[in-house]
């Protein structure tokens, strides 16, 4: 069993972090990380699933004040382990690297360091062997890393000679405002430093190419011009793409039109933060110009705190504090689920809340919650319904959605159910007819039971007034 450190908790280190507790043959010793940030507040909020050591002691006093343990410091972090995995930002590794010399450890940097940081610049499938045996790795960045997969994959089938890179690169991280708000593209010099790792991963290809900013935070999206040294036909490059474990081979016909499909689609899937594994590669931009072979790509991105940011955001974290006290005032009037389903190794998986893994995305309410929201359908003398109870277009998780409205169509209590999504939902299992009404408007008509003031009926009022 291999014992793997992680140092820095953030975006990547949460990944890696994660990633390494999956595995059967390494044991994750811990992370590290300066000060209580928002993930690591959030490991705490969930229990501390991983040991925390602290990588500046002149902060022990922020870890204390807010209640975080503290297993101990980086040096005792990396002397305990085997083999550490540095996720800092770029330049604070090459500084850890003074430490993980001095206790004899090896070590993985992440691709915002500088390649001299490492023996090997390194790539798991283009150049795999180089890293064999190497005290120091330093990955690549997340595009270079995506799109040399696309290009490892055709340069083993017919060879490459050379590629031609644009990269339409998201400007910061989900959550981060140090790049401010902007409404504007931005232009690097070219060859992109993309381009320069590639032909230092695999020397005996020629790239060059442009990269364009932009104020998205989801996601990148690539197209890559590649001159094979064999004649190559779109449907046998397609066809290897699909034999690639990493690449995910999807069509425009299919409903991914753009990183935001993807996003949602892994999220979708259940994985956690919404990543994606695999970069996606889409069929309807296979096309050949002379000999060349052109095609376009999305990368993966990290998501940092998700469920953090889609509140923050959103500003639906003014709702926090109200959400509660109706919660403490109305505890037999409120009912919440106590089961949610989940998909694990694409099975189906219900638990009780308070068994819940922290990583997790649940997209249905479990059979225990369906039981008792039967139950109260059952006696309800209204029903006002807004928004299906799980993702129901999975075949997965669609047992929630089902049954609540089958049993809202079955209750003697009068029935109104608000929204497109809900409507469309409820049509697909029970016969619209047995509901007393249907609103389109499902937002509007929470408001309105809210005593809020619409603005069509606030206008009309409002003309009538002048008439």
Known sequence: MVKVGVVGYGTI???VAD????QKDMELVGVSDVAPTLPVMALKERGMPYALYNAATENSGLFKASGIPVSGTLEELVETSDIILDATSAGIGAENKKIYKKYGKKAVFQGGEKNDVADVFFHGYANYKNGLGAEFLKLTSCNTTGFIRAIDCLDRLVGVEKVAVTIIRRVADPGDYNRGLTNALQVDKAPNHQCVDLMTIMPHIDATGILVHTPVTHGHIITLVVTPKKDISPEDAIAAFRQHDRIRVVSLDEGFLGNASLFKYARDLG??????YEIALWTDTVVKFG???MFAINIPIDLGDMQTTFITDRSLDAFIPSAKEYLETYPDRIVCPIDLAFEKNGQRVQLDIDEL??????PDIGDKTISLFREEIRKAGTLFVNGPPGMYENPLFETGTRDV???ISRADGYSVIGGGDSVTAAARYV???????ICTAGGAMVRFL???KLPLLKAMENAYTRI
């Open 13 to 15: 280190g949460q990944r």
């Open 405 to 407: 409205f089958r049993a």
């Open 291 to 293: 000999k060349d072979l």
């Open 357 to 362: 893994p922290g990583e997790a995305l649940f």
């Open 19 to 22: 990633g390494v507790a999956l």
């Open 271 to 276: 994985n956690p933060r919404g990543d994606m």
């Open 431 to 437: 016969n619209l007819d047995s509901i007393n009404y």
């Open 450 to 452: 809210s005593s809020a």
